[in-house]
């Protein structure tokens, strides 16, 4: 697939902010959008002269970028034909950020398993499981035990849900999956709240369809910007209960006075993690036409793969008739442990918030200490916090940041356009000790940069 020009520009954004030569700020860039499937493999990029002309740059700028990526394996060039996208061996970045079984891994935001909780959620869910040997075992959408389990939940919360509106899957990612592909044709234009979570960017872009970011800033969402992209785009896609990556949660005054023109997808994945407000109301509640997508990946163990798409029995209908292309269903045992989490409340333990909240302040607390020109909004759920920086540094800081001992999420993975590359992604996950010397190592990386260093570490995995 060829890629224009001014689809490589627009995708790089503002890719002259940042230290060093322009050079490597573009090789920098454009690995990052590989790496994060912007740039899909096989892509044929535009020719040197037409991509300096976009950029407004020298041809002797993208000419050393290409050789750049070249040498580290991400394009292949032959003599007359378009640079073209590659990774380098199967998958090997230069360095592999968990080269070294020290570094602090703050690029997933998911804490682990709540292990006598788990335990016994399994246990009773293997008393169940012979009930489920008469039949073949592939449902499409999912175990009646669980499906009534997820619809009780929102019941609980304020939502008259029948089982017929639920459909499981393996996870929120594959809910967003599923409807993109049902919902969305090549070029259709989705909205996105910018910065968001980058795994939706890329199944968006995956579905071919063009991005319509609105900034979501420390004052929050903007009702009318918000609006006045739903009435261009064919899709919204909202994180309103702490969102990913801020960790702030809409209030119920713009939910009340929100109408988005377009289809929207309500991820709903943090909403059980509320740490200093009360849970937030389901946001179909205000919506009700809202496509609600959700998980226990973060409430309770990301290992478990599930999680649910809550919609109308037609759409879910279209769902069901286009899954077996991707899977043939989710693992009985994990739905059944699912249902007896949820139909127990253990998907809100007061012992877990309240470590969240201890991980949270330790976390700002060494923030404040070690890096004080780092500006942080407290957030009010979820599991993580997006630092500002005063210098666009992200990318390369994430770079540099393994050979300190941290692997980070860098901004512009949050977003599209080059944007954020003064932010990072930061998670409260992890015990306190380990989050303080996290913060110590990043603030060594952050000096080591200021005085030249240069990073070659690949991009880490994220969720
Ligand atoms: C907002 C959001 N949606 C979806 C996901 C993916 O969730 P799951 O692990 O259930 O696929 C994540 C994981 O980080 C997330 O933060």
């Not at 990774?87 to 006598?116: C, H, K, M, N, W």
Request: with cysteine; glycine share 8%.
């Amino acid at each position: 697939m060829k890629v224009s020009s001014h689809a490589v520009a627009r995708m790089l954004g503002h890719w002259r902010e940042g230290p060093g030569p322009a050079h490597q700020r573009l090789s920098d860039r454009l690995r990052l959008l590989i790496l994060d499937g912007r740039l899909s493999l096989g892509a044929a990029l535009p020719s040197e002269r037409d991509l300096a002309t976009a950029l407004h740059t020298s041809r002797t700028t993208v000419g050393a970028s290409f050789r750049t990526l070249v040498g580290q394996g991400y394009l292949t060039t032959r003599s007359r034909t378009r640079a073209t996208v590659r990774l380098p061996g199967d998958f090997a970045p230069e360095q592999p950020v968990r080269a070294d079984a020290d570094t602090i891994d703050l690029s997933f935001a998911a804490p682990a398993a709540p292990v006598e909780v788990l335990h016994a959620a399994f246990a009773a869910a293997l008393e169940g499981l012979p009930r489920h040997f008469e039949r073949h075992g592939y449902d499409r959408s999912g175990t009646a035990e669980l499906r009534e389990a997820v619809a009780r939940w929102y019941q609980r919360r304020g939502l008259p849900t029948r089982p017929d509106h639920i459909l499981i899957t393996n996870g929120a990612q594959h809910a967003l999956a599923l409807l993109a592909g049902v919902l969305l044709s090549p070029r259709d234009r989705v909205l996105i709240e910018h910065p968001t979570y980058p795994h939706a960017i890329t199944t968006f872009i995956r579905a071919r369809a063009r991005i319509l970011p609105v900034a979501v800033t420390s004052c929050g969402w903007d009702t009318e910007q918000l609006q006045a992209a739903g009435q261009a785009a064919n899709l919204a896609y909202l994180i309103p209960d702490f969102h990913n990556p801020t960790g702030m949660c809409m209030p119920t005054s713009v939910r009340r006075r929100l109408r988005i023109a377009c289809p929207v997808i309500v991820d709903e994945t943090m909403t059980d993690l509320a740490l200093d407000v009360p849970s937030p109301e389901p946001f179909a509640l205000h919506m009700p036409t809202a496509i609600s997508i959700g998980s226990v990946s973060k409430s309770v163990w990301g290992g478990l793969r599930i999680g649910w798409i809550r919609a109308v029995p037609p759409l879910l209908e279209r769902v069901e008739r286009a899954r077996p292309a991707t899977d043939l269903g989710t693992p009985v045992v994990e739905q059944l442990a699912t249902a007896v989490l949820l139909n127990e409340h253990r998907t809100r333990r007061p012992d877990t918030l309240q470590q969240l909240r201890s991980q949270r302040d330790s976390l700002g607390q060494a923030l404040t200490e070690h890096l004080p020109g780092v500006d942080v909004v407290k957030p009010t759920g979820g599991v993580t916090l997006w630092a500002t920086f005063p210098r666009p540094i992200s990318s390369r800081l994430a770079a540099v940041a393994p050979d300190h001992g941290v692997a980070i999420a860098a901004g512009p993975r949050f977003g599209v356009g080059g944007a954020f590359e003064r932010n990072i992604r930061l998670p409260y996950t992890l015990p306190p000790g380990q989050l303080a010397t996290a913060v110590r190592r990043l603030a060594r990386a952050e000096q080591a940069l200021a005085h030249g260093a240069t990073g070659t570490h690949a991009p880490a995995p994220i969720a």
